[in-house]
């Protein structure tokens, strides 16, 4: 794919270019965008604000940090990391009034799906709102033209408060307030959980959608039920009423199988929540897509990192973040060696093929991130200058470094399935087991090896541990829905996968396959 340098400038209408095309953010060399990084510490009073908060006040007094004397990069790099389970700690031992950061007060508190215990709230004001809004507002210009405002999306989230897959619900409320600009012309979105899908979807339909925004998995899912359901829907129709479109259209169904793409006409998906490269081709033969983006958020941050035209990697936005990789053997080296504190190094000096865990600092104001360990694996795809221009490094979403078990929308934690694996007591207990994630076609796969005792019968086992695995109601409403393969359990003499050095046990393995090609 090549992009002459006419078409690395969008042609923009005059009344859009102050609100969504800024090339002299979007598209600065790189060493300009580290300059104006290192300018915006030293004037930034985010630090001082932070340390208001219990999440970061007593880990910086121990480690001896004045968030006033933090000035650069180099400064930066001596604050401790902070995580998820740091927050989660500090939100059971504190009020809530206690992690605003900003002298106003928040406009919404959104929680995480609490996939690993009790969700997280995470509070976020008016300024963070125009934030997310204006940087959102990039994709708009991230295909081969502005986004019309004739477009109909059909966006699922999940349902409130568990938002953190998108920011879809604050993005609603804040474009329905009527103050923003007043010669942009907004889209129309037909909007609901994945527990309403059925009903939105077929809104949707009703409403003609062009724009996709949803899990690749939820709308795989819902391509798949049009696709079986089609030729029961056309005979109760014809039965209803007998007219010759309703017959032939039941004719069609019974020569051919129907798709969405006969249905509705699509062209763009914006997909988040789970890597798109495995449902991609999928897609664009269900839905007849002329573009997918993939598209990256979490509740904390509530800025999304997207692909651009080019689908070479997500753009990582420098003018509102400060993006840093835990390379991966020092992940391996954190996992061997207890007390061992992996360094991070600036994104914008990895290499193209460097993979590790995405550590932030987001200058927010009402919930800032400093060195926020996401604990999502990142490949880099370059720091070079992308085809559609944009200077801000590429990377691609790979898995989770923690115990979280991400099956895309499906998500537990690794010690939710260890209670009920070590509740089996017949016809024995399990000596070992582990999780392997890996795909049939582009659904997810779990498979749970097992190593149990000698002697023990082995088909019993197999049983035991499948009603073990439907004791995890997340996981059992993910293959009974059809949004995952059904789980395999295996029983073999010996689990295999140790770390290289100290021989450390891994419960859970990614099997990562070679990336799809594009269409």
């Given amino acids: 794919?090549?992009?002459?340098?006419?078409?690395?400038?969008?042609?923009?209408?005059?009344?859009?270019?102050?609100?969504?095309?800024?090339?002299?953010?979007?598209?600065?060399?790189?060493?300009?965008?580290?300059?104006?990084?290192?300018?915006?510490?030293?004037?930034?009073?985010?630090?001082?604000?932070?340390?208001?908060?219990?999440?970061?006040?007593?880990?910086?007094?121990?480690?001896?940090?004045?968030?006033?004397?933090i000035r650069s990069y180099r400064d930066l790099q001596r604050v401790p990391y902070t995580d998820a389970a740091d927050l989660r700690l500090a939100q059971e031992r504190h009020h809530p009034d206690e992690f605003v950061c900003s002298d106003q007060s928040p406009r919404f508190w959104v929680s995480t799906s609490g996939s690993t215990g009790v969700p997280k709230w995470v509070p976020i004001g008016g300024a963070d709102l125009e934030l997310a809004r204006r940087i959102g507002h990039r994709?708009?210009?991230?295909?081969?033209?502005?986004?019309?405002p004739d477009d109909m999306a059909l966006a699922i989230a999940a349902p409130a408060p568990f938002i953190s897959d998108t920011s879809t619900w604050?993005?609603?409320?804040?474009?329905?307030?009527?103050?923003?600009?007043?010669?942009?012309?907004q889209g129309e979105a037909v909007i609901c959980s994945f527990e309403d899908v059925a009903e939105g979807a077929l809104m949707a339909f009703k409403r003609q959608v062009t724009v996709l925004i949803a899990f690749p998995s939820l709308i795989m899912r819902l391509a798949e039920g049009l696709t079986e359901n089609a030729?029961?829907?056309?005979?109760?129709?014809?039965?209803?009423k007998f007219t010759l479109a309703n017959l032939l259209a039941y004719l069609v169904t019974r020569l051919r199988q129907i798709r969405p793409r006969d249905v509705v006409k699509v062209h763009t998906g914006i997909f988040a929540g789970e890597p798109l490269d495995p449902y991609r081709r999928a897609l664009y033969d269900a839905w007849g897509l002329k573009l997918s983006y993939n598209f990256y958020t979490f509740s904390e941050y509530q800025i999304g990192f997207c692909e651009c035209r080019a689908q070479d990697g997500l753009h990582v936005w420098m003018d509102v973040s400060l993006p840093e990789i835990i390379l991966q053997a020092d992940l391996e080296r954190e996992r061997e060696e207890e007390g061992y504190v992996p360094?991070?190094?600036?994104?914008?000096?990895?290499?193209?093929?460097?993979?590790?865990?995405?550590?932030?600092?987001?200058?927010?104001?009402?919930?800032?991130?400093?060195?926020?360990?996401?604990?999502?694996?990142?490949?880099v795809i370059s720091t070079e200058r992308c085809l559609c221009g944009r200077t801000h490094p590429r990377v691609n979403f790979l898995q989770r470094s923690d115990d979280l078990v991400n099956l895309g929308v499906i998500?537990?934690?690794?010690?939710?399935?260890?209670g009920k694996l070590e509740a089996i007591t017949q016809p024995a207990k399990v000596a070992r087991w582990q999780l392997r994630v890996s795909r049939r076609g582009y659904k997810p796969l779990l498979t749970v090896l097992v190593r149990p005792a000698s002697g023990v019968d082995e088909a019993e086992m197999v049983a035991a541990v499948k009603t073990a695995l439907a004791q995890v109601e997340v996981l059992r409403g993910g293959w009974e829905s059809g949004l995952v393969c059904v789980p395999e359990v295996r029983i073999v003499p010996d689990l295999g996968d140790r770390l290289p050095t100290s021989g450390k046990f891994r419960p859970l393995v990614y099997e990562t396959e070679g990336e799809e090609a594009r269409p």
């Avoid at 994709?139 to 019309?148: I, N, S, T």
């Avoid at 998500?411 to 260890?418: E, H, K, V």
């Fill in 170 to 185: 604050p993005g609603l409320v804040n474009e329905l307030r009527g103050d923003g600009p007043q010669d942009i012309r």
């Fill in 411 to 418: 998500r537990f934690s690794t010690f939710t399935l260890q």
């Fill in 1 to 69: 794919m090549n992009f002459s340098e006419a078409e690395t400038k969008p042609q923009v209408a005059a009344s859009f270019v102050n609100h969504y095309w800024e090339p002299d953010w979007e598209c600065a060399p790189l060493p300009e965008l580290v300059a104006r990084l290192e300018a915006r510490l030293a004037e930034t009073d985010i630090f001082v604000r932070a340390a208001r908060s219990p999440l970061y006040r007593q880990r910086w007094q121990e480690a001896g940090i004045d968030p006033a004397a």
């Fill in 231 to 240: 030729p029961l829907l056309a005979a109760q129709q014809l039965k209803q």
């Fill in 343 to 379: 360094p991070a190094r600036p994104l914008w000096e990895a290499s193209a093929g460097d993979e590790g865990e995405l550590v932030l600092t987001h200058f927010g104001d009402t919930f800032p991130l400093v060195r926020w360990r996401t604990s999502d694996l990142i490949r």
């Fill in 139 to 148: 994709l708009a210009y991230f295909g081969e033209k502005p986004a019309r």
